[in-house]
């Protein structure tokens, strides 16, 4: 019954209307930009700048998966409505730029908060210790190739501590991550 219906009250609005005019405007001087696309490097890098992505998945599987939560993360904030750059894996295809990505994944009482801003760019880092807190720290670095200028390339990079009292980096690290990306620009669209 209430397809009938339905069907009845669409056919009297469609002989009820007259035919309309459509008329599209073309200009040559103006293309759509695809959103930029980018790829999160998924290496692990130590302090000496050497791939030790491997020796992680085989010994310490669990600092792998808090890695890949936070580059989902990253990820997730990037491609948001906010950003809108669009995350590709195909390492074949070309993108915009490339995210790299360090973080606290261990915490030492040596360790001091102006010696995070310090440390050598790695992707597992130390924290801070303070006993009943720790200090997380953040770095997002994006390299992106300079348009025109071959094997020139500039670099972004984000940094961020914040003191609470999580045992690890897993829970605060969204609002670091979402603090530290709204300085970075968004896609044009």
């Known amino acids: 019954m209430k397809k ?5 009250v669409s056919l009297i609005v469609l002989t009820g209307c007259a035919a ?5 405007t ?4 103006y293309t759509f930009q695809p ?3 980018f790829r999160i490097n998924y290496n692990v890098i130590n302090d000496r700048g050497e791939n030790i992505t491997q ?4 010994n310490n ?11 989902d993360k990253v990820k997730y904030v990037l491609e948001g409505d906010d950003k809108g750059y669009i995350c590709v894996n195909d390492p074949y295809e070309e993108v915009s730029f490339v995210v790299d990505l360090g973080f606290s994944a261990f915490y030492q009482k040596r360790v001091t908060e102006d010696m995070l801003w310090d440390l050598p760019t790695a992707t597992l880092l130390p924290g801070c210790d303070k006993g009943e807190t720790k200090v997380h720290y953040i770095s997002i670095t994006m390299l992106a190739p300079l348009p025109g200028l071959e094997g020139l390339a500039e670099l972004w990079r984000g940094e961020m501590t914040l003191e609470d009292k999580n045992e690890n980096i897993s829970i605060p690290s969204l609002v670091m991550i979402e603090e530290i990306l709204k300085k970075f620009p968004k896609a044009l669209r």
Do not use: D, M, Q, Y
Not at 55 to 58: G, M
Not at 61 to 71: D, Q, S, V
């Open 55 to 58: 020796e992680i998945l085989t």
């Open 61 to 71: 599987p669990e600092e792998w998966l808090l890695f890949t939560e936070l580059c």
């Open 4 to 8: 009938a219906l339905l069907l009845l």
């Open 20 to 24: 309309g005019n459509v008329k599209i």
């Open 26 to 29: 073309k200009s040559e001087r």
């Open 35 to 37: 959103r930029p696309r």
